[in-house]
Each structure stands twice: as structure tokens, then as C-alpha cells.
T-cell receptor, first 113, second 116 residues
Framework: RKEVEQDPGPFNVPEGATVAFNCTYSNSASQSFFWYRQDCRKEPKLLMSVYSSGNEDGRFTAQLNRASQYISLLIRDSKLSDSATYLCVVNVMIKAAGNKLTFGGGTRVLVKP | GAGVSQSPSNKVTEKGKDVELRCDPISGHTALYWYRQRLGQGLEFLIYFQGNSAPDKSGLPSDRFSAERTGESVSTLTIQRTQQEDSAVYLC??????????????FGPGTRLTVT
């Protein structure tokens, strides 16, 4: 089983609609969680961190379910510019001052007019 | 300010040749990571440097892969006797990453390696 698993998609979303997808992780010692965004042939960029209580950043809402070991991302009022691959990232502290990120394979989202 | 830079941006090499990829992290970032991303795949962790600590090499796929870092600056990833399965984008990231707290990793644009 992969450490971090995502539905690869694509999720075809009409402009203005809401889309949500999950990411599951296998290491219960995982400490922090993130969503990165990667555009085609570009490097990943941090979209948002995911906090235990859930957090919102504009049209984006992230949630964490530690009991079931998954995180989710919801995008409201989708824009054409939201088309990208969304990478779920899980962090495990590997030593006193170090971190190891494990990336999921990504969920591709295509927003269409 | 300047972000993470990588060179070359593209590299085409023949099977069996050695290649060297370079990463210049953001100034002041103590942590540096190398990842590999095959076409249509997620990021695969290769190696992690943190300050003067011994690097975490647990992600290197074989002994053909090695990496060095000079202090808290430039890093080079070397692939010896390249194979076709080494073809991928090699991404470098750096972060402040100190005190046990996670800081955002900033990625370079990557080096696209094609082994023919």
C-alpha cells in the first residue's frame, strides 16, 4: 500500500461548481499535512496547510480526519485557473530538526467553461 | 528575492553516460531536498540535507545515484551509468526547516532528464 494515496482523476468540473477530493495516508505518526498545487510542467507550490480543526482560505477548504487517516480539499466556485494537479503531502519528523515529506500521486482537476 | 534555481533545465544523454544536476537553494535555507518525478507520477523523495547533519539518503534508488552539498549552498545530484528508467524531472527544494517545525518547501523549476 502506498504511504499517501489519491484518486488521480481527472475531475471534470463545470466553472462555478464545487469539487472535493480526498487523500489517505498510512503512517499514523504523520504530523502535518499540506496541499500543494502543480501546474502542467511546472514545479509544485504550497496551496495550504491542513490543520486539525479544518481551515479555509478563500474558496478552498481543507480538513483532516486523523481517525480515518485522510485529508480533504474542497474548492468552491471553481475558476478556469483552478485547473491543475493537487498534491497531497504528509510530513513525518525524521529527526530533531528534520522533516520528510511524502507526496501523493496527485489529483488532476479540469475546470471547464 | 531569488528562488531556487536548477541547471540545466533540460538534459538529454545517452544510456551509460554520467550526468550531474545542480541546485542553488534560496540563500539562508538550511534544508535541501531532491525529488524525482516521472511523467504522470507523483514526487519521489531521493535525498535530504539539513545543515551539517548527515544527509538522509534513504530515497536514493540505487548506488548509481549520489548527491553532495557544499555547506548550506549548492548541491549536485550525480547519476552514473544512466539508464532509460532514470528519465524524469529532477526537482530540488529548499526550506528554512529548523527547530523541528515544518517550513514551506520552495521548489526549483526542475531538470528534465531524458536518457536515450
Amino acid at each position: 500500500r502506498k504511504e499517501v494515496e489519491q484518486d488521480p482523476g481527472p475531475f471534470n468540473v463545470p466553472e462555478g461548481a464545487t469539487v472535493a477530493f480526498n487523500c489517505t495516508y498510512s503512517n499514523s505518526a504523520s504530523q502535518s499535512f499540506f496541499w500543494y498545487r502543480q501546474d502542467c510542467r511546472k514545479e509544485p507550490k504550497l496551496l495550504m496547510s491542513v490543520y486539525s480543526s479544518g481551515n479555509e482560505d478563500g474558496r478552498f477548504t481543507a480538513q483532516l480526519n486523523r481517525a480515518s487517516q485522510y485529508i480533504s480539499l474542497l474548492i468552491r466556485d471553481s475558476k478556469l485557473s483552478d485547473s491543475a494537479t493537487y498534491l497531497c503531502v504528509v510530513n513525518v519528523m525524521i529527526k530533531a530538526a528534520g522533516n520528510k515529506l511524502t507526496f501523493g500521486g496527485g489529483t488532476r482537476v479540469l475546470v471547464k467553461p | 528575492g531569488a528562488g531556487v534555481s536548477q541547471s540545466p533545465s533540460n538534459k538529454v544523454t545517452e544510456k551509460g553516460k554520467d550526468v550531474e544536476l545542480r541546485c542553488d537553494p534560496i540563500s539562508g535555507h538550511t534544508a535541501l531536498y531532491w525529488y524525482r518525478q516521472r511523467l504522470g507520477q507523483g514526487l519521489e523523495f531521493l535525498i535530504y540535507f539539513q545543515g551539517n547533519s548527515a544527509p538522509d539518503k534513504s530515497g536514493l534508488p540505487s548506488d548509481r545515484f549520489s548527491a553532495e552539498r557544499t555547506g548550506e549552498s549548492v548541491s549536485t545530484l550525480t547519476i552514473q551509468r544512466t539508464q532509460q528508467e532514470d528519465s524524469a524531472v529532477y526537482l530540488c527544494a529548499s526550506s528554512v526547516d529548523s527547530g523541528g517545525r515544518f517550513y514551506e518547501q520552495y521548489f526549483g523549476p526542475g531538470t528534465r532528464l531524458t536518457v536515450t
